[in-house]
Nanobody, 126 residues
Framework: QVQLVESGGGLVQAGGSLGLSCAAS????????MAWFRQAPGKEREFVAA????????YYADSVKGRFTISRDSAKNTVYLQMNSLNAEDTAVYYC???????????????????WGQGTQVTVSS
């Protein structure tokens, strides 16, 4: 019903910036809350940031607060993650996810998300 495709990953130097995009297709994409998760080698997938369906409410993991910004463009059915001041701890595969709920509210738990992208690798060199 919803397809998500991430892009923008790559290699970046510590202290640098990188922007990720998630292109969504399918019905009623604008009704979904969207989020970014990441998974580093040997670790569980963890929450990074989420944005509600209207784009007016955002929530960030403590580890990225103040450095990352999530946004969405409803006209383009795209969600973005702007990452600044990157460090080695940010190295991971980043996944885009979509969750449908009655209010389109921000959701943090992984199990709430219905659709996932294939992920894009972000590597931060030290």
């Amino acid at each position: 019903q919803v397809q998500l495709v991430e892009s923008g990953g790559g290699l970046v130097q510590a202290g640098g910036s990188l922007g990720l995009s998630c292109a969504a297709s399918g019905r009623a994409v604008s009704r979904y809350a969207m989020a970014w998760f990441r998974q580093a080698p040997g670790k569980e997938r963890e929450f990074v940031a989420a944005i509600n369906s209207g784009g007016g409410s955002r929530y960030y993991a403590d580890s990225v607060k103040g450095r990352f910004t999530i946004s969405r463009d409803s006209a383009k059915n795209t969600v973005y993650l702007q990452m600044n001041s990157l460090n080695a701890e940010d190295t991971a595969v980043y996944y885009c996810a979509a969750a449908l709920n009655p209010l389109g509210a921000v959701v943090i738990r992984r199990s709430a998300y219905d659709y996932w992208g294939q992920g894009t690798q972000v590597t931060v060199s030290s």
